[in-house]
């Protein structure tokens, strides 16, 4: 079992890139044709933004840039699911998946 509390660090490697990956491919196309008026761009924006930071703020000894990446996505997790509380069970189920992800990095002690 201690051989599978070493790979611990990888393993949240993995989820933060995964994070990044899943976000950037669920909410860059949004972004990419900028329509500035859209609520809906900014909140893409604002998860593909939370993911780097999260990503980026791995790197970082201190972690504050983890836990400000990792509010963002929960403060814009909760408004959508605040929002689509009556949408379809899988996008609400993403939803709450990539908030809870999201208070997991928010809460965390260490900065691995």
């Known amino acids: 079992m201690k051989f599978f509390q070493k790979l611990s660090p990888v393993a949240w490697w993995l989820l933060r890139a995964s994070v990044l990956i899943f ?13 500035l008026s859209s609520a809906s761009f900014y909140i893409a924006l ?5 993911a780097v930071m999260i990503l980026v703020g791995g ?3 201190q972690g504050t840039l983890t836990r400000v990446g990792a509010m963002l996505l929960c403060i814009v997790g909760g408004y959508l699911i605040f929002v689509n ?3 379809s069970t899988d996008y609400l189920s993403l939803l709450i998946l990539l908030t809870s992800i999201g208070f997991v990095f928010l ?6």
């Open 23 to 35: 976000i950037i491919l669920r909410y860059f196309n949004t972004t990419k044709t900028l329509n």
């Open 46 to 50: 604002t998860f593909i933004v939370a």
């Open 59 to 61: 790197f970082y000894k």
């Open 85 to 87: 509380i009556h949408a």
């Open 107 to 112: 809460t965390r002690k260490e900065n691995v």
